[in-house]
Nanobody, 117 residues
């Protein structure tokens, strides 16, 4: 089992920055890939960025150049640095982890990011 706890959300003005954190505990060595997803009001959950255990990253086009995913393996924490925030970035942001077998999919409870115009 893997437990994920997000933090760092809040209210920020457009153009501002926030850094989200996701603390992982449990069977950490069994994680192959972690990622950030978000769900805006009335919309489906969507992928934001992923990072593999080897450190390879992927960011969706809408956040490229503004958001950066990273991880501190020593602390078992994943981050999402969000710069130049826009009102359309407003959403609940979720941390996700996938096991090496691909059969286990873990989620945090989410942290709310609100960007005011």
């Amino acid at each position: 089992q893997v437990q994920l706890v997000e933090s760092g959300g809040g209210l920020v003005q457009a153009g501002g920055s926030l850094r989200l954190s996701c603390a992982a505990s449990g069977s950490i060595l069994n994680i192959a890939r972690m990622g950030w997803y978000r769900q805006a009001p009335g919309k489906q959950r969507e992928l934001v960025a992923t990072i593999t255990s080897g450190g390879s990253t992927n960011h969706v086009d809408s956040v490229k150049g503004r958001f950066t995913i990273s991880r501190d393996n020593a602390k078992n924490i994943m981050y999402l640095q969000m710069n130049s925030l826009k009102p359309e970035d407003t959403a609940v942001y979720y941390c996700n982890a996938i096991s090496r077998s691909g059969r286990m999919d873990y989620w945090g409870k989410g942290t709310l990011v609100t960007v005011s115009s």
